[in-house]
């Protein structure tokens, strides 16, 4: 039964992250990836089923008048998909990492990593704004303590505005929530009455709920508690942060405009929201560019790549489904791409014993593997064939040229050559043949050209080629969603 | 699966499953590597040469799958690709067997096959392409796959050069990639050969099929460095000999101008294209970089330099021949595809043995060198011989069918640039040779240590054979050009069948 399977998905992680409290040493890792790999096949059979069936709705009720609904649509379950594929992979690369131990990491990075997971895996089924509310803090909370988990008075810094910045986009997204209750009788997304939203108390309760959404995402310019917070976190936490936790607020906006309040998104502010990615983009980019640190770089091109999704905005008020698809995938396509590159990044931080970016001269050939799943990543980020990167861009600039909107046209153009130029600071010092010789992490013992972490890393990042020569399903996938949007 | 459809996903299997191996196998396994790389190229000119059969038995030969929303992924032997992949089969046997040897005692020689076997696979799909993305998706892997074995040596002037590289090729790319777009959302998805499609499409939309067209060959126009979009190619050119003979002579800069060829006759069509009026800037193009590529050329000193500018002229010979309406200037710019490649490829393994063997890189280096590495300099005259257009070589075909061509069309302009491009590959191409074969090793301004000692020290066979195959090549496409076949016989056939389209 599909709500079985709902079910199972939703609380297998919870089950998780019960058993790797109360377990310790090695147990607790193999705990952890096991329900970590037992869920990726749940969402893949939920998957299958929203593929032969379409969408359906679940509702459990709560007191009085309020209820948790759950949409299990196209939309959904590639996000699910999403969220195991790639933290599956993170999950085994801690794992390798656990056995090595060479992080000494905190006791709490299983039972929060599959906390996590289990929030995010609802927030993407959330079909109403309470389930949405309450994973978000759920999230939220998890996130700032994965990163404070990091140790260090940097990163305990870092987590501390992280949370203010939650604190502010909860808020904010709560007297939103408050008043589309207050004005509408209801917070199922769904049975919001039709021209909700243009009237002026719920266009100000969707303007709140906006405005917590782009903190949170973060776009610019309300992103500067990003960089520090994704940097400074342990090699298994940045990857969830940059790759999947970043793409909830997203989804969230998208699902709340275009699913629940069609009608009332003026253009202007959608194509506000489009130059806001612009400046994103640019932003990111410029200090990609100037980053002297591995981490950072990858941090500010994250900014530039969420700016990237903003643009698939102004395109779907103008009626591109290509936009939607675009758009969706590309937030999908970052996914797999940015977490390998952070799972690469930190093998070879360790390789050096720093990770400033001068420390990767000579990678290729002491790490060979992760520094090709490092290159492999930043294909996909640049939108190169024959990666899904490509696809989503495709697909983004398809939108643009056929809503005759040649300026977001020109600037996915422009960002994917900043991305390449950016990246390949990351790149070009690893060919450098000066610095080959191998800095051994741990005296005495002798330097390794790849273990398992270095494969993890790289068959990750082969699922972008995997993905981006094969699209046909994740596109279906993603038109799989309720009726109204076919007519917005 | 039919063979029809089996053969073309063959060609590409025979490098790309040797690029997995090799990536996986030992550093030191250089044996086992040298078996499964040669064995690849062999049986890739194996399956080039049954589908030339097949083709002229009547046989199609088609591989398609689903890709994008209404896009599949095509691979079709059609008559164009044919040539190229004719050409690149052979080529990357000759070039891997010159790597082979060039590279023995080298680092990382798994890591360099591994990428050389993917550039190539790379390549045959750019050949094979049955319509635009399927093109794109395997010229960016081309992009990709090369960046390693620019950056090969590792040094710095390496890294800056393929840091050159990857900017010019992703920037081309991505106005390339606009323009694929653009002419899908315009006509969906054309492939290769129905040029009817943007025929009737060009009454209603004129404005748009000629920017499409700018973005296109735009893009196109940086791999295939028309001026002022070449610089990154003397900078790449930093690259091992053998990765500058391929990406000169069937990989990077030719998939530019087979790309161009592609557009002009397989997707606009000649005649579409000179309607719209796209043509004759397009050859006017051509003609500039022609003369400031061997100007420039003519200046430098350090022999690779020279032939990549070498290169930039030799190359816009073709995107000229296919820009002036006609037949023969047609089969002109196709037979140079074949040409070009095979005169180019021989002078860059030279120079690669040369420096290998004498440490001579620089032109004003290379007095006496005739003496002492007499069959390498023989394979090198050849094809400078060729270059400057003297018959019998296969050079000389080329320029002979251009002009005529030009003629033909009335296009007298053409002659003139045909006539000062060939005195300047003569005035740079044959002082090296001279220095060569006419001034002794003892001579003043070369006393240098490496190169006063007069003994023989010729290439070994691996880099002297591949060099000695492709040199003679260039006599024996230059006297055989009218038998039946040979590279301009069947050059001319394809010429007439695309102009009856």
Same mark, same amino acid.
């Given at each position: 039964?599909?709500?079985?399977?709902?079910?199972?998905?939703?609380?297998?992680?919870?089950?998780?992250?019960?058993?790797?409290?109360?377990?310790?040493?090695?147990?607790?890792?193999?705990?952890?990836?096991?329900?970590?790999?037992?869920?990726?096949?749940?969402?893949?059979?939920?998957?299958?089923?929203?593929?032969?069936?379409?969408?359906?709705? %679940?509702?459990?009720?709560?007191?009085?008048?309020?209820?948790?609904?759950?949409?299990?649509?196209?939309?959904?379950?590639?996000?699910?998909?999403?969220?195991?594929?790639?933290?599956?992979?993170?999950?085994?690369?801690?794992?390798?990492?656990?056995?090595?131990?060479?992080?000494?990491?905190?006791?709490?990075?299983?039972?929060?990593?599959?906390?996590?997971?289990?929030?995010?895996?609802?927030?993407?089924?959330?079909?109403?704004?309470?389930?949405?509310?309450?994973?978000?803090?759920?999230?939220?909370?998890?996130?700032?303590?994965?990163?404070?988990?990091?140790?260090?008075?940097?990163?305990?810094?870092?987590?501390?505005?992280?949370?203010?910045?939650?604190?502010?986009?909860?808020?904010?997204?709560?007297?939103?929530?408050?008043?589309? #209750?207050?004005?509408?009788?209801?917070?199922?997304?769904?049975?919001?009455?039709?021209?909700?939203?243009?009237?002026?108390?719920?266009?100000?309760?969707?303007? *709140?709920?906006?405005?917590?959404?782009?903190?949170?995402?973060?776009?610019?310019?309300?992103?500067?508690?990003?960089?520090?917070?994704?940097?400074?976190?342990?090699?298994?936490?940045?990857?969830?942060?940059?790759?999947?936790?970043?793409?909830?607020? %997203?989804?969230?906006?998208?699902?709340? #405009?275009?699913?629940?309040?069609?009608?009332?998104?003026?253009?202007?502010?959608?194509?506000?929201?489009?130059?806001?990615?612009?400046?994103?983009?640019?932003?990111?980019?410029?200090?990609?560019?100037?980053?002297?640190?591995?981490?950072?770089?990858?941090?500010?091109?994250?900014?530039?790549?969420?700016?990237?999704?903003?643009?698939?905005?102004?395109?779907?008020?103008?009626?591109?489904? +290509?936009?939607?698809?675009?758009?969706?995938?590309?937030?999908?396509?970052?996914?797999?791409?940015?977490?390998?590159?952070?799972?690469?990044?930190?093998?070879?931080?360790?390789?050096?014993?720093?990770?400033?970016?001068?420390?990767?001269?000579?990678?290729?050939?002491?790490?060979?593997?992760?520094? %090709?799943?490092? &290159?492999?990543?930043?294909?996909?980020?640049?939108?190169?064939?024959?990666?899904?990167?490509?696809?989503?861009?495709?697909?983004?600039?398809?939108?643009?040229?056929? &809503?005759?909107?040649? #300026? #977001?046209?020109?600037?996915?153009?422009?960002?994917?050559?900043?991305?390449?130029?950016?990246?390949?600071?990351?790149?070009?010092?690893?060919? +450098?043949?000066?610095?080959?010789?191998?800095?051994?992490? +741990?005296?005495?013992?002798?330097?390794?050209?790849?273990?398992?972490? +270095?494969?993890?890393?790289?068959?990750?990042?082969?699922?972008?080629?995997?993905?981006?020569?094969?699209?046909?399903?994740?596109?279906?996938? *993603?038109?799989?969603?309720?009726?109204?949007?076919?007519?917005? | 699966?039919?063979?029809?459809?089996?053969?073309?996903?063959?060609?590409?299997?025979?490098?790309?499953?040797?690029?997995?191996?090799?990536?996986?196998?030992?550093?030191?396994?250089?044996?086992?590597?040298?078996?499964?790389?040669?064995?690849?190229?062999?049986?890739?000119?194996?399956?080039?040469?049954?589908?030339?059969?097949?083709?002229?038995?009547?046989?199609?030969?088609?591989?398609?799958?689903?890709? !994008?929303?209404?896009?599949? @992924?095509?691979?079709?032997?059609?008559?164009?690709?044919?040539?190229?992949?004719?050409?690149?089969?052979? !080529?990357?046997?000759?070039?891997?067997?010159?790597?082979?040897?060039? !590279?023995?005692?080298?680092?990382?020689?798994?890591?360099?096959?591994?990428?050389?076997?993917?550039?190539?696979?790379?390549?045959?799909?750019?050949?094979?392409?049955?319509?635009?993305?399927?093109?794109?998706?395997? =010229?960016?892997?081309?992009?990709?796959?090369?960046?390693?074995?620019?950056?090969?040596?590792?040094?710095?002037?390496?890294?800056?050069?393929?840091?050159?590289?990857?900017?010019?090729?992703?920037?081309?790319?991505?106005?390339?990639?606009?323009?694929?777009?653009?002419?899908?959302?315009?006509?969906?998805?054309?492939?290769?050969?129905?040029?009817?499609?943007?025929?009737?499409?060009?009454?209603?939309?004129?404005?748009?099929?000629?920017?499409?067209?700018?973005?296109?060959?735009?893009?196109?126009?940086?791999?295939?460095?028309?001026?002022?979009?070449?610089?990154?190619?003397?900078?790449?050119?930093?690259?091992?000999?053998?990765?500058?003979?391929?990406?000169?002579?069937?990989?990077?800069?030719?998939?530019?101008?087979?790309?161009?060829?592609?557009?002009?006759?397989?997707? =606009?069509?000649?005649?579409?294209?000179?309607?719209?009026?796209?043509?004759?800037?397009?050859?006017?193009?051509?003609?500039?970089?022609?003369?400031?590529?061997? /100007?420039?050329?003519?200046?430098?000193?350090? @022999?690779?330099?020279?032939?990549?500018?070498?290169?930039?002229?030799?190359?816009?010979?073709?995107?000229?021949?296919?820009?002036?309406?006609?037949?023969?200037?047609?089969?002109?710019? /196709?037979?140079?595809?074949?040409?070009?490649?095979?005169?180019?490829?021989?002078?860059?393994?030279?120079?690669?043995?040369?420096?290998?063997? @004498?440490?001579?890189?620089?032109?004003?280096?290379?007095?006496?060198?005739?003496?002492?590495?007499?069959?390498?300099?023989?394979?090198?005259?050849?094809?400078?011989?060729?270059?400057?257009?003297?018959?019998?070589?296969?050079?000389?075909?080329?320029?002979?069918?251009?002009?005529?061509?030009?003629?033909?069309?009335?296009?007298?302009?053409?002659?003139?640039?045909?006539?000062?491009?060939?005195? @300047?590959?003569?005035? =740079?191409?044959?002082?090296?040779?001279?220095?060569?074969?006419?001034?002794?090793?003892?001579?003043?301004?070369?006393?240098?240590?490496?190169?006063?000692?007069?003994?023989?020290?010729?290439?070994?066979?691996?880099?002297?054979?591949?060099?000695?195959?492709?040199?003679?090549?260039?006599?024996?496409?230059?006297?055989?050009?009218?038998?039946?076949?040979?590279?301009?016989?069947?050059?001319?056939?394809?010429?007439?069948?695309?102009?009856?389209?």
């Amino acid at each position: 039964m599909s709500g079985t399977l709902l079910t199972v998905v939703v609380l297998l992680p919870v089950l998780g992250a019960l058993l790797t409290i109360w377990t310790g040493g090695r147990t607790r890792a193999v705990l952890g990836t096991s329900s970590a790999l037992v869920t990726l096949l749940a969402s893949i059979g939920l998957t299958v089923q929203v593929w032969e069936r379409g969408g359906s709705v %679940f509702h459990l009720d709560l007191v009085g008048d309020l209820e948790v609904v759950l949409v299990a649509d196209g939309l959904a379950a590639a996000m699910l998909l999403m969220v195991t594929v790639t933290g599956s992979f993170v999950a085994v690369f801690a794992l390798v990492e656990d056995r090595r131990d060479v992080t000494g990491r905190a006791r709490g990075y299983w039972p929060l990593s599959l906390g996590l997971w289990a929030a995010l895996q609802v927030l993407f089924l959330g079909g109403d704004l309470l389930t949405l509310y309450l994973m978000f803090e759920a999230i939220g909370v998890a996130a700032v303590a994965l990163v404070a988990a990091g140790g260090d008075r940097r990163a305990n810094l870092a987590a501390t505005r992280y949370l203010y910045a939650e604190l502010v986009a909860t808020v904010t997204l709560l007297f939103g929530i408050a008043l589309t #209750w207050q004005q509408a009788g209801t917070l199922v997304l769904a049975e919001l009455p039709a021209g909700f939203g243009t009237e002026p108390l719920g266009a100000a309760a969707l303007a *709140l709920i906006t405005a917590g959404l782009l903190v949170k995402v973060p776009l610019v310019p309300v992103h500067l508690w990003l960089p520090a917070a994704h940097a400074l976190s342990a090699g298994a936490v940045s990857p969830l942060l940059s790759a999947l936790v970043v793409k909830t607020a %997203f989804v969230v906006l998208l699902r709340i #405009w275009y699913l629940g309040t069609p009608q009332a998104v003026p253009v202007e502010a959608a194509q506000l929201l489009g130059a806001l990615g612009v400046v994103a983009i640019l932003w990111g980019s410029m200090v990609a560019f100037r980053a002297t640190e591995v981490k950072v770089l990858i941090a500010y091109s994250t900014i530039a790549q969420l700016g990237v999704l903003f643009l698939a905005v102004p395109l779907l008020v103008a009626g591109q489904v +290509d936009a939607w698809i675009g758009g969706l995938l590309h937030a999908i396509a970052h996914a797999p791409a940015k977490a390998a590159a952070l799972l690469a990044a930190a093998v070879l931080a360790e390789d050096a014993g720093h990770g400033a970016i001068e420390g990767l001269r000579g990678a290729a050939a002491r790490r060979p593997v992760a520094v %090709f799943a490092l &290159a492999v990543s930043a294909v996909s980020l640049v939108g190169l064939p024959p990666t899904v990167g490509f696809v989503a861009k495709w697909q983004l600039l398809l939108a643009g040229v056929a &809503a005759g909107q040649w #300026w #977001w046209v020109a600037v996915l153009a422009v960002g994917s050559l900043l991305t390449a130029g950016y990246l390949m600071r990351l790149v070009k010092p690893t060919f +450098d043949r000066d610095a080959e010789v191998s800095r051994p992490s +741990d005296p005495g013992g002798t330097p390794r050209r790849a273990d398992g972490r +270095d494969i993890v890393a790289l068959a990750l990042a082969l699922v972008t080629v995997l993905a981006g020569v094969r699209p046909g399903e994740l596109l279906r996938l *993603l038109q799989l969603v309720p009726p109204h949007l076919a007519g917005g | 699966m039919t063979g029809g459809a089996l053969l073309p996903l063959l060609l590409l299997v025979t490098s790309l499953a040797p690029a997995i191996i090799i990536f996986v196998l030992p550093e030191r396994w250089a044996v086992t590597r040298a078996v499964i790389n040669v064995g690849g190229a062999v049986l890739k000119v194996a399956l080039a040469g049954v589908m030339v059969l097949g083709v002229f038995a009547g046989i199609e030969f088609e591989w398609r799958m689903a890709f !994008l929303p209404g896009i599949d @992924l095509v691979l079709r032997a059609d008559p164009v690709p044919l040539l190229f992949i004719v050409l690149s089969a052979l !080529l990357w046997l000759t070039t891997t067997v010159y790597a082979i040897g060039f !590279l023995e005692g080298d680092e990382h020689q798994a890591r360099f096959f591994g990428f050389f076997s993917l550039c190539v696979t790379a390549t045959v799909g750019i050949a094979l392409a049955g319509n635009l993305v399927t093109f794109l998706l395997f =010229y960016e892997l081309l992009t990709v796959t090369t960046y390693p074995l620019v950056v090969h040596k590792g040094d710095a002037e390496s890294r800056v050069g393929g840091r050159a590289y990857l900017l010019y090729t992703v920037a081309g790319g991505a106005l390339f990639l606009v323009g694929v777009v653009w002419l899908h959302t315009l006509a969906g998805a054309v492939e290769f050969g129905q040029t009817a499609v943007l025929a009737e499409l060009a009454i209603e939309h004129r404005g748009a099929l000629t920017a499409v067209f700018l973005f296109l060959v735009g893009g196109l126009a940086f791999k295939a460095a028309l001026v002022p979009l070449h610089g990154w190619l003397p900078r790449a050119m930093v690259a091992p000999a053998p990765v500058s003979a391929l990406l000169h002579a069937v990989a990077v800069v030719k998939a530019g101008a087979y790309g161009i060829v592609r557009v002009v006759h397989d997707l =606009y069509g000649q005649q579409l294209a000179v309607d719209l009026g796209v043509l004759t800037p397009l050859a006017l193009a051509a003609a500039i970089t022609i003369v400031y590529g061997s /100007l420039r050329a003519l200046v430098q000193d350090d @022999l690779k330099r020279r032939l990549a500018y070498s290169t930039v002229s030799q190359l816009s010979y073709i995107t000229l021949g296919i820009s002036i309406l006609g037949v023969t200037s047609t089969t002109a710019g /196709l037979v140079h595809l074949v040409h070009q490649g095979v005169m180019k490829v021989t002078l860059f393994y030279c120079a690669g043995s040369m420096n290998k063997m @004498l440490g001579v890189s620089r032109v004003s280096e290379m007095d006496g060198v005739g003496r002492r590495m007499p069959a390498t300099m023989t394979a090198f005259t050849l094809a400078a011989i060729g270059m400057v257009g003297l018959p019998p070589t296969a050079g000389f075909i080329t320029k002979w069918y251009l002009g005529t061509g030009a003629i033909e069309a009335g296009q007298l302009w053409v002659v003139a640039v045909l006539a000062a491009s060939s005195a @300047l590959n003569a005035a =740079y191409f044959l002082p090296p040779v001279a220095r060569a074969w006419f001034r002794s090793a003892e001579s003043p301004d070369a006393a240098r240590e490496t190169v006063s000692q007069p003994e023989r020290r010729e290439a070994g066979r691996w880099l002297l054979w591949p060099s000695l195959a492709t040199g003679l090549s260039v006599i024996v496409l230059g006297v055989l050009a009218g038998m039946p076949g040979s590279p301009l016989t069947w050059a001319a056939m394809i010429a007439e069948e695309l102009m009856a389209r």
